[in-house]
């Protein structure tokens, strides 16, 4: 009998290095870690992002993630966001949020976030918008995270932000008996 895939999910606003995480802590804990799947989508459209996108967004980054929990090592999956991140950016271009995602909020879950805080330079991309609100969607991140009544722990440090998401993660899974 196979054991529950423990699901971690690396977040929080623009350029504080979730990517570098998710790989990072994939790497360290010998297992796989499911991409941002917006990235992808939104590399490819020639106009502004709508409710369609959204929805198109969501489904991917749950369809992603599915994939990835059949070749998780060690029972365990790390996730470089998730699609909570289509509700915050909804919510904030869109004025409102996709009822399917509202829906799904309260039955797909994460076993553990951790929650980057903005406290790294800003690194220029194209498919970054928000370069001066880091803090305010930092509490957005704080806002729907309590929300969800999500387990999370914010973490930070510029020279030794991996190793401090090592340690959280390890005091995580020390409760976790894997």
């Not at 998710?22 to 020639?46: D, F, I, M, N, S």
Request: proline share 3%; hydrophobic share 40%; glycine share 4%.
């Amino acid at each position: 009998m196979n054991k529950k895939i423990i699901k971690i999910a690396v977040v929080g606003p623009e350029s504080t290095g979730k990517s570098t995480i998710a790989a990072a802590l994939a790497k360290h804990y010998q297992t796989v870690w499911v991409p941002e799947y917006a990235r992808y989508y939104c590399e490819g459209l020639t106009t502004s992002c709508t409710m369609q996108d959204e929805i198109n967004m969501f489904y991917g980054q749950l369809a992603l993630e599915k994939s990835m929990e059949t070749v998780a090592q060690n029972n365990l999956l790390i996730c470089d966001t998730t699609f909570l991140t289509v509700k915050i950016w909804s919510d904030y271009q869109l004025g409102e949020t996709p009822k399917l995602v509202l829906d799904a909020l309260k039955v797909c879950t994460y076993d553990f976030y951790i929650l980057l805080k903005n406290d790294i330079p800003w690194q220029e991309d194209p498919l970054r918008d928000f370069k001066n609100m880091g803090d305010y969607f930092m509490n957005v991140w704080r806002k729907e995270l309590t929300a969800l009544n999500a387990h999370y722990v914010e973490v930070g440090g510029t020279e030794n932000r991996i190793e401090n998401v090592i340690s959280v993660v390890d005091s995580f899974l020390s409760l976790k008996h894997l």
